[in-house]
């Protein structure tokens, strides 16, 4: 039998994990990965499998429907009070599993951060000022004799001097009255605030605070070491602000369950819509928004609270926009020009190692379905990056988690376990897999070792994927908006018609972004992308507005 404790059913192969499958032919239950892995070859491919929990991208894809669904009565006149599609009556959507909205958004709401205000804004620019002059990592990070927590101390206090300094400047009032006779660990509360800040303005914005980001994490990395903690006198790190601990602080958790809320948070995409669609869709956001104010603004939950958490949640959903659709799209683009089993002539995906730069050897399908699985899994983990993240600041800020300096033969590099942060990249794994059905290569993830370090690196490392993928998708997905005759007329000269000059794009990119010539090295690593001025059709790119894959 399968452990029992406070209701909760856990998996009977590792006893640690919730059950979320239950198998008829094993008349047993499993979590996720444990029945992915026991279930994935053999006889026990065939068994029969059913789910103890709602799928929260089943939950999104029904509300997604169903938002669009409404939008279209509303444009037609008719603006119905609920939605339809799904039945709500304030927490529920029947699709068949009996969980409901309220319940799937309220964890989601665990993981968004919550919007900066005013005064936060300030305090932001106060750190980035002083993260701008720290050495911090060229200070504590080398090789040295001297004693390093001493190095890390003299380090800390130096940041806080200069955050101290930076707001008497800037309000001498409020600087006066925090410093004017008291040292650094008497006002823990401001320092604590100060760096939460930054912490979560930069999942909010993972294009900012590119530099200063490193220096702020591995700060608060070594705060947390005892012998440190002990010399500063004070805590540094405190729990990021989320919309979940926002409104439960402030009883106002029943927002999250009202129906209100699926089109008071989500993202108005004006892509082939009318104006007047997109003015309707602007309308019925700004009514639910209004009427989820009136209904649950209390002495505790003003209505600026309540409009503040809504606009964080419709970040989320803009984050997604941003950064897991050109995944979506590479996938549709994938499957509309290349097929496993049919290999059309001069469009073969094959590659063979030792051949223009290729690493691996892969057939044509082998090739369509690694490509395939690769953006799938990035999709996975752009659609959870929140979550990722919040677990990675987690790991990296847990006082019983050290690291040790090492040479991984990239320099100098903190190398950390990554618990929180691999037991859920194992699970989002295994949502790949079972949606790709098959898998090529090897399902290692790489954490906490030399080729990715520390949870930081992990999170860097995927947050290139849309800064790679959203540029080639933005030039692909203009080729059909180009009005200048004499572009069509050149595309069409060059590559036959502008169908045509997609697909060739596409062609080298699933042959040469993926074939590990970027692999287990940072000199060569996104090749591709370096190499774009070079490729045949740079100059499509260029007139479709193309700038870079950073941004700059």
């Known amino acids: 039998m399968a452990q029992t404790q406070a209701s909760v059913v856990y998996c009977i192969e590792c006893s640690d994990q919730e059950a979320t499958v239950f198998c008829e032919q094993c008349d047993e239950d499993f979590c996720e990965v444990c029945h992915g892995m026991l279930h994935r070859t053999g006889q026990r491919r065939k068994h029969t499998a059913k789910n103890l929990q709602v799928s929260n991208e089943a939950m999104s894809q029904e509300l997604d429907e169903a938002i669009k669904d409404a939008d279209q009565l509303a444009i037609n006149g008719t603006a119905p009070s609920v939605l339809t599609g799904l039945s709500l009556d304030g927490t529920i959507i029947a699709n068949g599993t009996g969980a409901t909205f309220g319940e799937w958004l309220t964890k989601r709401a665990k993981y968004v951060p919550l919007r900066l205000d005013t ?17 911090y990592t060229d200070r504590v990070d080398i090789l040295s004799y001297s004693n390093k927590a001493k190095r890390i101390v003299h380090q800390i206090k130096d940041v806080c001097y200069i955050l101290s300094g930076l707001l008497v400047t800037g ?28 912490r979560r303005y930069k999942i909010m914005n993972p294009e900012k605070l590119r530099s200063n980001y490193g220096k702020l994490m591995y700060m608060l990395m070594d705060s947390v070491i005892p012998e440190v903690e002990q010399a500063l006198g004070f805590q540094c790190v405190v729990p990021i602000k989320t919309v979940y601990s926002f409104l439960k602080e402030r009883q106002g958790l029943e927002l999250l369950h009202d129906d209100h809320i699926a089109l008071a948070t989500r993202e108005i995409s004006p892509e082939f819509k009318s104006r007047d669609q997109v003015q309707a869709e602007i309308q019925r956001k700004r009514l639910s928004i209004d009427t989820l104010c009136k209904t649950y603004a209390t002495d505790q939950l003003t209505v600026e609270d309540i409009e503040r958490c809504l606009a964080s949640l419709s970040d989320n959903h803009s984050y997604l926009k941003a950064n897991r659709d050109p995944c979506d799209k590479m996938i549709k683009y994938l499957t509309k020009y290349f097929h496993p089993n049919t290999i059309e002539t001069g469009y073969s995906l094959a590659i063979t190692a030792g051949r223009h730069g290729h690493r691996l050897t892969h057939t044509h399908a082998s090739q369509y379905y690694y490509v395939h699985q690769s953006l799938t899994l990035w999709r996975e983990i752009v659609h959870d990056m929140f979550m990722l993240w919040t677990l990675a600041d987690d790991d990296m800020t847990s006082s019983g988690n050290p690291y040790r300096l090492t040479n991984t033969g990239q320099g100098l590099n903190r190398i950390q376990p990554c618990h929180q942060v691999s037991k859920t990249i194992h699970k989002i794994l295994h949502r790949a897999q079972k949606k790709c059905g098959s898998w090529v290569g090897s399902s290692v993830i790489h954490l906490g070792d030399k080729n990715v370090p520390n949870a930081f690196m992990f999170i860097d490392k995927y947050n290139q994927v849309s800064r790679i993928l959203a540029p ?22 060059m590559y036959g018609s502008v169908d045509q000059c997609r697909k060739d794009i596409l062609f080298d990119f699933f042959r040469f972004g993926f074939d ?8 060569d690593a996104g090749s591709w992308c370096s190499q774009i001025e070079k490729k045949k059709y740079f100059p499509i790119f260029l007139l479709t507005g193309f700038i870079g894959f950073d941004g700059k």
């Open 119 to 135: 005064q936060e804004r300030a305090l932001l620019r106060l750190l980035e000022a002083a993260l701008n002059v720290s050495e």
């Open 171 to 198: 309000d001498y009032k409020l600087g006066a009255r925090l410093f004017a006779e008291n040292s650094t660990r008497d006002n823990e509360a401001f320092f604590q605030q100060v760096f939460e800040v930054g």
């Open 472 to 493: 080639i998708v933005l030039a692909l997905d203009k080729l059909d908006a180009i009005q200048d005759e004499e572009l069509v007329h050149y595309i069409e000269a």
């Open 516 to 523: 590990g010539s970027g692999g287990d090295n940072y000199f």
